[in-house]
């Protein structure tokens, strides 16, 4: 595919027609020269719809480990034998103190993760509490993961100020039974429904390099469009000792850093006017070349993961100043349904 189809692609997602399968598919296979290509054109919807503005997203791993479902790339999964940690579930302070960590490392959103099939009631209650009182003393937008959703449990959530619920598809659907087989795609698609019928945004994404194809890939986008994502997190694996993808040899480790940015260009195509964010697995899969991916994402996590360390938020302050992007935060008395617009000037920006 060439420089001036790359730039119809372009053209075309900022008026609002996104990739087609066969697009999507033929950008992936882009050679190593056209690049630098592709990640321009991506630049363009992006700085259309989001300036050069970052949104920094910030980790609270609230309950760990045990868990009874399988994913194969989770280490907190209790089917395995890992390293994790085994926690309970926090208190309300200390995910409320989470957030305030989270404040001051410039985040516009924080995630609250949980590690479990479904929110208990009482697991519920301390999420609910915890978000009115972030709400009340913090601007700041908020995110719960917290499994699978009934329509009840998901009306408390957006009743109590969570802005966004997070439930990832993972992988394409052909390629889902290969992952996980305590649940499945199905059961995924419908809490991320539910959750947005509840009136919350949905963020939901998937891993890169789990031993899936390029078509798998593409599917992935495809089902997350369906869905519509509000937010695409895109991780790249990198296994975890004791789970089964750490044991398969068909997986490349790690991931070529030029596919991932080719994977992050086809999502922002894909996505034009979403948060597209580059999640887990960055470190360690783009290495050198992550300042690159600013160029097609909107957001990024900072200090870490669930069960792995990343970039500290001073190390990324300064990437994104380095690249000549800024930091966007929530603008005070701000909610994230009523976000003004990409080229409003009222959301505040920080430089490192």
């Not at 409320?96 to 479904?118: F, Q």
Request: hydrophobic fraction near 40%.
């Amino acid at each position: 595919m060439n420089a001036i189809t790359m730039k119809l692609l372009a053209e075309r997602a900022i008026a609002g027609e996104p990739l087609a399968r066969e697009e999507a598919r033929a950008l992936l296979d882009t050679s190593d020269d056209n690049l630098l290509t592709l990640l321009d054109a991506a630049f363009s919807v992006r700085r259309h719809f989001h300036g050069k503005r970052v949104r920094i997203h910030v980790l609270e791993n609230a309950k760990s480990g045990a868990c009874p479902e399988d994913c194969g790339f989770c280490s907190q999964s209790s089917h395995y034998e890992t390293p994790a940690e085994v926690y309970p579930m926090e208190s309300v302070e200390q995910i409320v103190e989470g957030a305030r960590r989270a404040k001051a490392a410039h985040a516009w959103k924080y995630c609250i993760v949980t590690a479990t099939t479904a929110p208990s009631r009482r697991d519920l209650e301390v999420i609910c509490e915890a978000t009115r009182r972030i709400k009340a003393e913090l601007d700041l937008t908020v995110c719960a993961s917290l499994g699978a959703l009934t329509e009840a449990k998901a009306a408390e959530l957006a009743a109590a100020g969570v802005d966004r619920f997070n439930h990832n598809l993972e992988t394409g659907p052909e390629h889902f039974a290969k992952i996980v087989s305590t649940h499945t795609f199905a059961d995924r698609q419908a809490t991320a429904r539910m959750a947005k019928q509840a009136g919350m945004d949905i963020c939901s994404g998937g891993i890169i390099g789990m031993g899936e194809s390029k078509d798998d890939v593409v599917d992935l986008l495809l089902a997350l469009r369906e869905i519509d994502a509000d937010s695409v997190p895109v991780n790249f694996l990198d296994p975890r000792p004791g789970t089964p993808l750490s044991k398969l040899g068909i997986i490349r480790r790690p991931l070529d850093p030029r596919y991932c940015l080719k994977v992050l260009a086809v999502t922002r195509l894909m996505f034009p006017s979403q948060d597209v964010r580059v999640a887990g697995g960055r470190e360690v899969n783009l290495r050198s070349l992550t300042p690159l991916a600013l160029y097609a994402v909107n957001s990024i996590f900072t200090n870490g993961y669930l069960t792995t360390p990343g970039s500290q938020a001073s190390a990324d302050h300064q990437m994104i100043l380095d690249a000549g992007f800024e930091i966007e935060e929530v603008a005070p008395g701000t909610h994230l349904h009523e976000r003004p617009s990409a080229r409003s000037p009222s959301v505040t920006t920080t430089a490192p």
